[in-house]
């Protein structure tokens, strides 16, 4: 058995398409707060 098919998303979020980078990147582009500072986690375009 391989890792990844050990590993699975929680059953509360496994229905969504979205992964968190996403969710984040949106709620930092909707923020009425800008810019947006970066604290070294930074924003992510793919899907880690």
């Known amino acids: ?3 990844s098919s050990k590993l699975k998303p929680a ?3 496994s ?3 979205q ?3 996403s ?3 949106e709620a930092a582009a909707a923020s009425p707060n800008q810019p947006i500072v ?3 986690q930074g924003f992510f375009g793919y899907n880690p």
Do not use: F
Request: hydrophobic content about 50%; overall charge positive; cysteine-free.
């Open 1 to 3: 058995m391989t890792l």
């Open 11 to 13: 059953a509360r979020v």
């Open 15 to 17: 229905g969504r398409r």
């Open 19 to 21: 992964d968190v980078w």
């Open 23 to 25: 969710i984040v990147n």
């Open 38 to 40: 970066n604290m070294g």
